[in-house]
């Protein structure tokens, strides 16, 4: 079956001409530090994409300079279907599953053709290497060497993994959450020593101009700023986002810390409460970034609600978003029932976070947030005791 679906989506590929946009402007970002020019300055592609990640990221997207274009796609490719395969191991192991192959075979399968996950394959996204370098962080042994240091080079690259620093501060991993930001200091100081006036620019000016990355009110964005544009009928919602999204910002890490004080530490619940929160506060949020939609369902899945992972999956399937008319403004435009078909994902994020308030309070919900799986206390003192998280059976 993957081999089926691999070759469907590569065959898509080639009939379409998929241009994977986002790997042209990696590949444009690794050449203006090769070259020396202005990091910030350029445009590429037809649609005139700019760089928009930190000077350190340019620094890493150097390689992606030295094989042909051709060569490169076809290596974004490749990489983002192992990483693919790495994600949803890090997912079982973030639900304390031993990662069988047949499993692994076959949600690698479905996987691509999640809206999140193919959307990031198309355009040649980084998304699924930042999200496994930050579960493969989290989901380290404790005490672990150098526990921290993915999280924080993850930040360094694209500063919205912050969030999970905040979570390991709040929630008692100090000495993590200090390695982790010490980590993403370093990578800031790295990208000024060798780019010091595009790291003046980015941290300056740069990373305040919102609209450089796109618009916020279009479909494609997924965050609480575009469902409340679009719910508002307007391109600049100011305040009637701001204040709301502040608040689901600090509801959603204060329930982060109240699940790991109710469920303990080895519970995938705050984890992916902390993604969630951050995929909704922050300005821009594409459809692509929400490939944390893998661990969700792994873990939803491991809980045993195999009703529920069914419905999310057809929901991530289904990209329900995309097939309402948004050409032009249309995707202001919108009446009142099209609304949550415009953002599914955020709607399913409040949802997450309105069952962890549930769950949070004391209250139980079977096979979900509040269950207690066989072994979780075995598994929770073996964490401590520096055993791997998630490599049992059964």
């Not at 719910?231 to 709301?244: F, N, S």
């Not at 409460?273 to 909704?280: I, K, M, P, Q, Y």
């Not at 308030?357 to 004391?362: D, K, M």
Request: hydrophobic residues 55%; charged residues 10%; aromatic residues 8%.
């Amino acid at each position: 079956m993957l081999a089926l679906s691999s070759t469907a989506f590569v065959a898509l590929c080639l009939i379409q001409h998929i241009a994977m946009a986002d790997t042209l402007v990696y590949r444009a970002e690794g050449r203006a530090v090769v070259s020396g020019a202005d990091l910030y300055g350029f445009t590429v592609t037809e649609w005139k994409l700019p760089a928009t990640y930190p000077p350190f990221a340019a620094l890493l997207f150097v390689p992606t300079t030295w094989p042909s274009v051709t060569v490169l796609k076809v290596c974004f490719i490749l990489g983002n279907l192992a990483l693919l395969a790495l994600l949803v191991h890090l997912s079982c192991r973030l639900a304390g599953r031993a990662t069988r192959a047949p499993f692994l075979l076959l949600a690698v399968a479905v996987g691509i053709w999640l809206e999140p996950v193919f959307q990031t394959l198309l355009f040649g996204q980084i998304n699924l290497a930042l999200v496994c370098l930050v579960l493969w962080d989290l989901t380290r042994p404790a005490g672990a060497l150098g526990r921290g240091v993915a999280l924080g080079i993850a930040t360094g690259v694209k500063l919205t993994p912050g969030i999970f620093i905040v979570h390991l501060l709040i929630t008692g991993r100090v000495r993590e959450g200090l390695t982790a930001l010490a980590s993403f200091v370093g990578t800031v100081l790295l990208g000024a020593l060798v780019l010091p006036s595009a790291t003046v620019d980015f941290f300056t000016r740069r990373l305040y101009e919102t609209g450089r990355v796109g618009l916020a009110w279009i479909v494609d964005n997924q965050s609480m700023q575009g469902l409340i544009a679009r719910a508002l009928h307007t391109e600049h919602p100011g305040l009637a986002w701001a204040v709301p999204t502040a608040a689901v910002g600090v509801a959603g890490l204060w329930l982060a810390r109240r699940l790991v004080r109710r469920l303990g530490a080895a519970s995938p619940w705050p984890v992916l409460v902390t993604a969630v929160t951050g995929l909704l506060v922050s300005p821009i949020s594409w459809s692509h970034h929400w490939v944390w939609c893998v661990p969700l369902l792994v873990v939803v899945l491991a809980r045993g609600n195999t009703l529920l992972a069914a419905a999310l999956t057809v929901l991530f399937l289904a990209r329900p978003h995309w097939l309402l008319p948004h050409q032009g403004d249309l995707d202001l435009h919108f009446p009142w029932w099209q609304q949550p078909l415009g953002a599914p994902y955020p709607v399913l994020g409040l949802g997450l976070l309105a069952v962890a308030a549930w769950v949070a309070r004391g209250r139980p919900w079977r096979g979900g947030a509040g269950a207690r799986v066989p072994g979780q206390d075995r598994r929770e003192a073996g964490s401590e005791a520096g055993e791997p998280v998630g490599e049992r059976t059964g």
